[in-house]
């Protein structure tokens, strides 16, 4: 399929790569803050939003802010879906993911819990996996305040948050932590490596660059890149089996898209349950683009269908 014609007049308005490319990654954390927000549409009702404090591995006060769907009862256990933000690991927010993670709530039914975990270059892995692997103990112990059925909290993420999704679930395997139902990741982050067919032909002109993807591993890993094993860069994990079952949806457009694919294709091979999905026409980060594409609707669909299948 072709690009969505509302995307590509978006891509269109973009200032050039080596723009881009000139801004540290304080600049672009800034302007993303104020950039993004307006592209999303308007911020949906939900019954409830709630801010909690879940004290970290190390005494850190980590955010959790979370959303109950349009139309919950209290004492109605829902799904919970505890979810990573994207952004690079060097940028975004609660705020900037408040109408995305609003958007979620309300089309799969679930409630979002979304972690503000502490960004790179600032704190580096594995701080930003821990901090979304105490969300997770926290989550689980905290069902019942929380409103939701223990049995059913699920792990997600978009991009970088796909990829501490994915590697949150690996951590809770091999520490023998809470279980988890279902992971959904969306566009996610998982392979160091630039050199896919989706590299080659998404990597620039896309919305994410490959060049600007090098920068966010390094801000994530640092010295650490060549070293990093599965629970940093998921693809390079090297048992998958034993790990709960996966939705994967990925971007036709994206410079990602392969390793998404190949992530998939190695957990169904593994024995893990696993369901993939290619969204037509749409680049890496639609969830942010619903304000002026409204195609990328879909993916809160395929979501919703994905979600609503393990139910």
Do not use: K
């Not at 200032?15 to 302007?31: F, K, N, Y």
């Not at 592209?39 to 850190?60: C, I, K, M, T």
């Amino acid at each position: 399929m072709s690009l969505d014609p509302d995307i590509a007049r978006f891509l269109s308005t973009l200032p050039p790569s080596e723009v881009v490319a000139g801004l540290s990654l304080q600049q672009i954390r800034a302007a993303s803050e104020e950039a993004l927000p307006p592209l999303q549409g308007p911020a949906e009702a939900v019954a409830a939003v709630r801010d909690f404090s879940v004290r970290g591995h190390d005494g850190h006060a980590i955010g959790v802010r979370a959303y109950w769907p349009a139309g919950h009862m209290h004492g109605q256990p829902r799904a919970g879906l505890l979810f990573a933000h994207g952004g690079g690991w060097f940028q975004c927010s609660l705020a900037v993911y408040d109408r995305p993670c609003r958007a979620l709530a309300n089309a799969t039914g679930c409630v979002v819990l979304a972690v503000d975990y502490r960004l790179a270059p600032e704190h580096r892995f594995p701080i930003p996996l821990e901090d979304v692997y105490a969300a997770l103990c926290w989550s689980h112990a905290s069902a019942a305040l929380l409103d939701i059925d223990p049995a059913r909290l699920m792990v997600g993420g978009d991009s970088a948050g796909g990829n501490l999704a994915a590697a949150v679930a690996l951590l809770a395997r091999d520490r023998g932590g809470p279980p988890i139902h279902h992971q959904l990741l969306l566009y996610p982050a998982l392979d160091t490596a630039t050199d896919s067919d989706s590299h080659r032909q998404f990597g620039q002109g896309y919305y994410l660059e490959t060049g600007l993807m090098q920068r966010c591993w390094d801000a994530y890993l640092g010295d650490g890149l060549a070293q990093a094993d599965g629970h940093a860069v998921p693809a390079r994990a090297v048992q998958l089996q034993g790990l709960p079952p996966c939705s994967v949806l990925v971007c036709e457009y994206d410079p990602l898209r392969d390793e998404g694919e190949q992530y998939a294709a190695r957990l169904e091979a593994a024995g893990v349950p696993v369901r993939c999905e290619r969204l037509p026409g749409m680049v890496h980060a639609c969830l942010h683009l619903l304000g002026i594409a409204p195609a990328s609707g879909l993916l809160l669909e395929r979501c919703a269908a994905h979600v609503a299948a393990v139910r």
